[in-house]
């Protein structure tokens, strides 16, 4: 069984997501573009996970197209409970 690094950052998340979807960024890129009227194009879309500038709602995006779903679980003891 693989593990992934719990620190694993947006870039690789996305080429997992990617890769088990068969998809190309490119592939991303026009469905992004179709879901959300903006354009999104292969080199933009790879500027931004590469800078980590992705914005949440484009991440919440790209994870409805490839079929995933954004889990937040806050650590309770940071929270003081």
Do not use: P, W
Request: glycine share 4%; aromatic share 8%.
């Amino acid at each position: 069984m693989k593990m992934y690094n719990v620190f694993m950052n947006v870039r690789e998340e996305v080429k997992i997501m990617l890769g088990s979807k068969c998809m190309t960024i490119t592939e991303l890129a026009k469905k992004m573009t179709e879901l959300s009227g903006k354009n999104y194009s292969q080199s933009l879309i790879s500027h931004k996970l590469a800078s980590e500038s992705l914005r949440y709602t484009e991440m919440k995006m790209i994870c409805k197209i490839l079929g995933y779903r954004i889990y937040i679980d806050f650590d309770e003891i940071r929270l003081g409970r």
